[in-house]
């Protein structure tokens, strides 16, 4: 059984605690996708692990995990990644992480230029986490990349560093940061190459060996729907293409080894960034903020909360082809009175059910909200479906059936514990 797992909203719906999950049933996971913008928890008792780069399925022994085709990889990033997780026990080899060489690399370069770019857009700044991964993507789009397989003939990898800087230093000039030199960008990466290399091979093969032999691959998302470089608030998106289809791109397994897409999404709606936020809450905002929640996994900043967006939800269904829905996060609301659901964006004084693709149409639609009673009981104990309260499936129910697709999976906790099968 093949899995993809995708974010429904704007990233951080829960997808690390769900791959996580999905693990232990499964044999591979892959990342094929995004880069270290990324920052995946996951809890498993005392032990708190935010995943990067490295598939979340690492901290499961036995289990293979590929870093895909379509990730780009930040060489110095990932290795202070691999050291942290070794510090905290987690054993990593190339017997249990595979890293594909066709993998587009992240260059000290590509941090400049992405704090550069941000500056330069000035009130259109996108808020990106300066991980350099559009400037990444775009190298690699302009065909100006270099790639892991680059990267193992120093020489090649000097002339095409060199080609590339000579108009990247221009840009970074024009914008008062210092111009790189191919040698200090290749001597800054050669230790973090050196550990990485047992890691880097044609991971295509092994994958479809594990596919023809019948075992079991979970395809872990990156970010979330309404950040794809297609179906996102574009501008305000990743450079990357975050729903289902990104996952076969970014490995080299065809969509007919798919056999579901488990898309996730938390019980409210969050975002990190720049850009439109139909439900916003500032009161919601504040609320979960209090309780020690909602604040960015890799950049620490802030998540803007708001009430639950069906409209996106609607969307992302559709594209992503979400055959199972993991709702986590319920307990988020456990407190409230009442519990907001947006079913429909009224814009310029007509139902849109489905997401603008103008820019500034984002500006002006409203929620059309639908109001729901809350449960006031703590869920963070519940175990199956039977254990919530009648208003938290009630209003599970409405999500599902706004969203058009059945819930599989409901969060309750981050723990790996706190997750009701149903
Ligand atoms: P990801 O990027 O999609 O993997 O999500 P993040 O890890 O960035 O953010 C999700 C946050 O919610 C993390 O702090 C998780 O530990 C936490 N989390 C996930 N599921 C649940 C849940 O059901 N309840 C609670 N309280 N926290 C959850
Ligand atoms: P996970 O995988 C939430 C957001 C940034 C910014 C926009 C572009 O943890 O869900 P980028 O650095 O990619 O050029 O930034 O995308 N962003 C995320 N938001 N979760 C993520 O990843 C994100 N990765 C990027 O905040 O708005
Ligand atoms: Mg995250």
């Known amino acids: 059984m093949n ?142 990349g270099v790639r892991l397989a680059d990267l193992l003939d120093p020489e090649m990898a000097r002339e095409l560093v060199s080609v590339r800087l000579q108009d990247a230093n221009q840009f970074l000039s024009s914008h008062g940061m210092p111009p790189h030199d191919a040698t200090t960008v290749l001597t800054a990466i050669e230790d973090a190459l050196k550990r990485l290399r047992p890691h880097v091979t044609n991971t295509i093969p092994p994958l479809h060996d594990a596919w023809r032999s019948g075992k079991s691959i979970v395809f872990e998302g990156a970010q979330g729907t309404f950040l794809d470089i297609d179906f996102g608030t574009y501008p305000f998106v990743t450079s990357s293409n975050t729903t289902s289809g990104g996952a076969c791109t970014g490995s080299g397994l065809p969509p007919v080894a798919i056999d579901r897409v488990v898309g996730v999404c938390k019980a409210y709606t969050t975002r990190v960034g720049e850009g439109a936020h139909v439900t916003e809450n500032q009161e919601f905002s504040d609320y979960l ?108 129910n409405r999500l599902s059936e706004l969203a058009g697709a059945p819930i599989k999976y409901v969060g309750i906790g981050p723990d790996r514990e706190q997750t009701i099968l149903l």
């Open 3 to 144: 899995t993809i797992v995708n974010g429904l909203q704007w990233g951080d719906e829960g997808k690390g605690k769900i791959v996580d999950y999905l693990t232990e049933d499964a044999d591979l996971v892959v990342r094929g996708q995004g880069g270290n913008n990324a920052g995946h928890t996951v809890i498993v008792g005392e032990n708190k692990y935010i995943l990067h780069l490295v598939p979340s399925g690492i901290l499961w022994p036995d289990k293979q995990n590929v870093i895909g085709n379509g990730v780009v990889i930040d060489p110095i990033g990932l290795v202070q990644e691999i050291v942290t997780l070794e510090e905290q026990g987690v054993k990593i080899a190339p017997g249990n992480l595979l890293i594909s060489d066709r993998a587009h690399v992240v260059l000290p370069y590509h941090c400049d230029l992405d704090a550069a770019q941000e500056q330069a857009r000035g009130k259109f700044a996108i808020g990106t986490t300066r991980r350099g991964i559009g400037p990444a993507y775009s190298d690699k789009a302009t065909r100006n």
């Open 289 to 396: 903020h209090g309780l020690g929640r909602e604040f960015g996994a890799t950049t620490g900043r802030k998540r803007r909360c708001g009430w639950l967006d069906c409209v996106l939800l609607r969307f992302a269904c559709m594209v992503n082809g979400v055959t199972d829905l993991a709702v986590t996060n319920l307990d988020g609301l456990d407190e409230l009175e009442e519990i907001k659901i947006c079913r429909a964006y009224d814009l310029d004084g007509t139902e849109q059910l489905f997401p603008p693709a103008q820019r500034d149409a984002w500006e002006r639609a409203k929620p059309i909200y639908e109001s729901h009673p809350g449960w006031k009981s703590d869920t963070s104990g519940c175990r199956t479906w039977d254990d919530l309260p009648e208003n938290a499936q009630a209003y599970l």
